[in-house]
C-alpha cells in the first residue's frame, strides 16, 4: 500500500540538503556559543551568519530577529511580554486564531490583566476590517492586535499591510502569526510595517524544535524565559546551533526556489479542486480555500457533504495522512474551534471538513489516491444515509 502525506500543514519532510547541513554542524561544530574559546566561536559564528541570512532575506535588521524553539514560543513570548512588560491592557484579535495565540490571549485574559475583543467573523472566515478600524479609533488604552497572515486550517490570508496601516495610525502594536507564510511567500517585513511576527522551521522542510521570532527595534519587549542572557537577552538557554542552521538553510531553499514550488503547487491544488468537483456532487469548501487568488495556496479545507467522524481513521487505513483540523489539539477529532466560528450547529452535523495541504513533494498521482477514497467513503457514506 502506498503512502500518501497530505498534512504539510502540520508539518514537513526535512530536505535532504537541510539534514546534511546539520549533520556537518552535529559533526563538526560542538562548542558552546556563550563560551569564549575557539570552539564557541565557531558554534556562535555559526548563529549570526544565519541571523545575517535571514534577516536580509526578510528585509529588516540582524537584531531584530530572535532564535527560539518554535512558533508557539514566539507567539507566547511576544503576547505575553506586551502585557506584562508594554503595558497592554487591550487585545483586539479574533476565534480563528492558531491555538498558541488563543490559548494565550486566553490566558492573559483569564488573569484579569487585559480586556480581550475578539472580531466579528463572516460565513467566508474573513475578518471585519470596519469593526477593527472603529475600534482602534479609541485611544483610552494601550492595544494590541493580533491577527495571523494567513490560517493553518482554512487558508484564508489576512492583509496585514491594511492592518499594520490602521495600527501604526492609532499608535496601536501589531502582532501576526506568519508561521504558514514566511518560506511561502517572499515577505517583506519593513514593507509589511508589523511591529512582531513568528516562525517554525519545520513548516518549510527544516528540523523541528527551531524557529524565531521578529521583533522591532522599538518595541522593547521582555523575554518570557530568563537565565545565562542568550540571544541577547532574549531567550536564555544554550542555542540550538544544528537547528538554527537547519532553518537558515531551509528559508534559502525555499526562498531559491519559491517561484517554482508554488507554481507546482497551485497546479496540484486546482487540480484537486476540479478532480474532487466530479468525484463527489455537493463537496464545497471552507473559507476562502478553495479561491486560489485569496488563500493559502498550499491547504485546501475540504467540505463533505456528509458528517463521518471516523473519515481521518478510514483514510488513515487507506494509508492517506491528512488532517481534520488543527495539528495541535493532541490529536483530537472533535470539531475545530475555527469550524465552529464559521459554521452552524446544524451545519456541523451535516458536513465533514478535512484539511488537506500540500508540499513541492506532493504528485498529482497521489492526489488520485485521496480522490479514489474519498468517492467510496462518500458512497458509503450516502449509501448508509438512503
Known amino acids: 500500500m502506498q503512502r500518501v502525506y497530505l498534512d504539510n500543514a502540520a508539518t514537513t519532510a526535512i530536505r535532504p540538503e537541510v539534514v546534511d547541513e546539520m549533520a556537518n554542524v552535529m559533526k563538526n561544530v560542538f562548542g558552546n556559543p556563550s563560551s569564549t574559546h575557539v570552539f564557541g566561536r565557531e558554534a556562535k559564528a555559526l548563529i549570526e551568519l544565519a541571523r545575517k541570512n535571514i534577516s536580509q532575506r526578510l528585509n529588516v535588521s540582524p537584531a531584530e530577529i530572535y532564535f527560539t524553539s518554535c512558533g508557539t514560543e514566539s507567539n507566547n513570548t511576544i503576547i505575553r511580554s506586551c502585557v506584562n512588560d508594554l503595558d497592554v491592557s487591550r487585545i483586539i484579535t479574533s476565534n480563528l486564531e492558531h491555538k498558541c495565540v488563543y490559548e494565550a490571549i486566553k490566558d492573559v485574559e483569564s488573569r484579569g490583566k487585559v480586556e480581550v475583543i475578539r472580531l466579528n467573523i463572516f460565513e467566508n472566515g474573513e475578518i471585519d476590517y470596519n469593526q477593527l478600524e472603529e475600534l482602534l479609533k479609541d485611544h483610552s488604552q494601550k492595544t494590541l492586535v493580533s491577527l495571523m497572515h494567513a490560517n493553518n486550517e482554512i487558508g484564508n490570508i489576512t492583509d496585514v499591510k491594511r492592518i499594520s496601516k490602521l495600527c501604526q495610525e492609532n499608535n496601536t502594536l501589531f502582532h501576526t502569526d506568519t508561521v504558514q507564510t514566511v518560506g511561502h511567500y517572499d515577505l517583506d517585513f519593513q514593507d509589511l510595517g508589523m511591529d512582531f511576527a513568528s516562525c517554525s522551521a519545520h513548516k518549510i522542510h527544516g528540523p523541528k524544535g527551531a524557529g524565531f521570532l521578529y521583533a522591532r527595534k522599538s518595541s522593547h519587549i521582555k523575554p518570557l524565559i530568563s537565565g545565562g542572557g542568550q540571544e541577547r537577552g532574549m531567550r536564555s538557554g544554550t542555542e540550538n546551533?544544528?537547528?538554527?542552521?537547519?532553518?537558515?538553510?531551509?528559508?534559502?531553499?525555499?526562498?531559491?526556489?519559491?517561484?517554482?514550488?508554488?507554481?507546482?503547487?497551485?497546479?496540484?491544488?486546482?487540480?484537486?479542486?476540479?478532480?474532487?468537483?466530479?468525484?463527489?456532487?455537493?463537496?464545497?469548501?471552507?473559507?476562502?480555500?478553495?479561491?486560489?487568488?485569496?488563500?493559502?495556496?498550499?491547504?485546501?479545507?475540504?467540505?463533505?457533504?456528509?458528517?463521518?467522524?471516523?473519515?481521518?481513521?478510514?483514510?488513515?487505513?487507506?494509508?492517506?495522512?491528512?488532517?481534520?483540523?488543527?495539528?495541535?489539539?493532541?490529536?483530537?477529532?472533535?470539531?475545530?474551534?475555527?469550524?465552529?466560528?464559521?459554521?452552524?450547529?446544524?451545519?456541523?452535523?451535516?458536513?465533514?471538513?478535512?484539511?488537506?495541504?500540500?508540499?513541492?513533494?506532493?504528485?498529482?498521482?497521489e492526489i488520485d489516491i485521496l480522490i479514489g477514497t474519498l468517492k467510496k467513503i462518500t458512497e458509503k457514506n450516502l449509501l448508509q444515509k438512503a
Do not use: M, W
Not at 247 to 264: G, N, V
Open 241 to 365: 546551533v544544528y537547528g538554527i542552521v537547519g532553518l537558515s538553510k531551509a528559508f534559502d531553499l525555499a526562498i531559491d526556489e519559491l517561484d517554482q514550488h508554488i507554481q507546482h503547487i497551485k497546479q496540484i491544488k486546482q487540480y484537486t479542486i476540479d478532480q474532487l468537483q466530479e468525484a463527489i456532487p455537493g463537496v464545497g469548501f471552507n473559507g476562502l480555500s478553495g479561491d486560489l487568488d485569496k488563500s493559502l495556496y498550499a491547504l485546501l479545507s475540504i467540505r463533505l457533504p456528509f458528517h463521518d467522524a471516523l473519515i481521518g481513521f478510514e483514510l488513515e487505513l487507506a494509508g492517506i495522512a491528512v488532517s481534520q483540523g488543527s495539528a495541535c489539539s493532541s490529536g483530537a477529532a472533535k470539531t475545530s474551534g475555527v469550524i465552529s466560528t464559521i459554521c452552524s450547529s446544524e451545519e456541523i452535523e451535516r458536513i465533514t471538513p478535512l484539511r488537506v495541504s500540500f508540499s513541492h513533494e506532493t504528485t498529482k498521482e
